[in-house]
């Protein structure tokens, strides 16, 4: 069985900066591609970024120059570094990642979810 926990959500001003973790944990032989994806009040949940496991990536529009994604893989934990936070990154987030167990069966898995909420 397979396990994602995240982290690092949170309150923050506009301009700020946030940091989002999710590790995975469980049976688990590789991890191909990780990715973020957020879901506002109202709308449908949305690609942010993602990385494959080779290290090659990419954003959604909206957050490129602001936001990076990056992977430790002795860790199975992806990171979103968020910077210059606008209100309209106000979401929950989820983190996704590809998974291959040691029998071989590839499944996508997602994380509960973290609020992140840009205010004054």
């Known amino acids: 069985q397979v396990q994602l926990v995240e982290s690092g959500g949170g309150l923050v001003q506009p301009g700020g900066s946030l940091r989002l973790s999710c590790a995975a944990s469980g049976s688990i032989l590789s991890i191909n591609r990780m990715a973020w994806y957020r879901q506002a009040p109202g709308k449908e949940r949305e690609l942010v970024a993602d990385i494959t496991s080779g290290g090659s990536t990419k954003y959604a529009d909206s957050v490129k120059g602001r936001f990076t994604i990056s992977r430790d893989n002795a860790k199975n934990t992806v990171y979103l570094q968020m910077n210059s936070l606008k209100p309209e990154d106000t979401a929950v987030y989820y983190c996704?990642?590809?998974?291959?167990?040691?029998?071989?069966?590839?499944?996508?898995?997602w994380g509960q979810g973290t609020q992140v909420t840009v205010s004054s």
């Open positions: 996704n990642e590809h998974i291959t167990t040691p029998q071989l069966v590839i499944s996508d898995y």
